[in-house]
T-cell receptor, first 115, second 114 residues
Framework: TQLLEQSPQFLSIQEGENLTVYCNSS?????LQWYRQEPGEGPVLLVT?????EVKKLKRLTFQFGDARKDSSLHITAAQPGDTGLYLC???????????????FGKGTLLTVNP | DSGVTQTPKHLITATGQRVTLRCSPR?????VYWYQQSLDQGLQFLIQ???????AKGNILERFSAQQFPDLHSELNLSSLELGDSALYFC?????????????FGNGTRLTVT
């Protein structure tokens, strides 16, 4: 069972459209991060959300952390071809001990924005 | 540019062989993480080191081992390679190993086992 379920798995849209991708789990998380990965490169951090109900905006991207800290969404307004990439959510889980945390990734949503 | 350097970029080898992947973390980062990325499993955490010591272990096979050296660079050793080990291997680094520390990823090593 995947700890983090991301949906949809694939999304192909036209330039200018809006979209929302989701990251869901049955577990409560200390924090949740969103990354974007482009072909041939490693993931790049977009945002970290920590507080339940938190909303963060990064230009045309809006990130929301669920009130119960079990889920998150990423909304993109007026998508552009440069937004194309694999969007990954990652959640922190405590492994025990003093500060022993592990970052677990979902499988991602592969977004293609066509010109 | 994340500041994390991984070498080599591509590696092609045969089953049964052993390879070493190398990672230089971002300047100032003490923690190094190794991840394996495949199409079916996604990005899987393998192991984390902090200032030379193992901090956390994930789904790392016994055929795989890693270490972090005094200069903080890290190596991931993969032995008795199997076809299923073909994947992208990413190294990431962070300042500390705390739960809110952002990870800075290298561009990966693409391993192909034939």
């Amino acid at each position: 069972t995947q700890l983090l379920e991301q949906s949809p798995q694939f999304l192909s849209i036209q330039e200018g459209e809006n979209l929302t991708v989701y990251c869901n789990s049955s577990s409560v998380f200390s924090s949740l991060q969103w990354y974007r990965q482009e072909p041939g490169e490693g993931p790049v951090l977009l945002v970290t959300v920590v507080t339940g109900g938190e909303v963060k905006k990064l230009k045309r991207l809006t990130f929301q952390f669920g009130d119960a800290r079990k889920d998150s969404s990423l909304h993109i307004t007026a998508a552009q071809p440069g937004d194309t990439g694999l969007y990954l959510c990652a959640a922190t889980t405590w492994q025990g001990g003093g500060s022993n945390y592990k970052l677990t990734f979902g499988k991602g949503t592969l977004l293609t924005v066509n010109p | 540019d994340s500041g994390v350097t991984q070498t080599p970029k591509h590696l092609i080898t045969a089953t049964g062989q052993r390879v070493t992947l190398r990672c230089s973390p971002r300047s100032g980062d003490l923690s190094v993480y190794w991840y394996q990325q495949s199409l079916d499993q996604g990005l899987q955490f393998l192991i984390q080191y902090y200032n030379g010591e193992e901090r956390a272990k994930g789904n790392i096979l016994e055929r795989f081992s890693a270490q972090q050296f005094p200069d903080l660079h890290s190596e991931l050793n993969l032995s008795s390679l199997e076809l299923g080990d073909s994947a992208l291997y990413f190294c990431a680094s962070s300042v500390v190993g705390g739960h809110n520390s952002p990870l800075h990823f290298g561009n990966g090593t693409r391993l192909t086992v034939t």
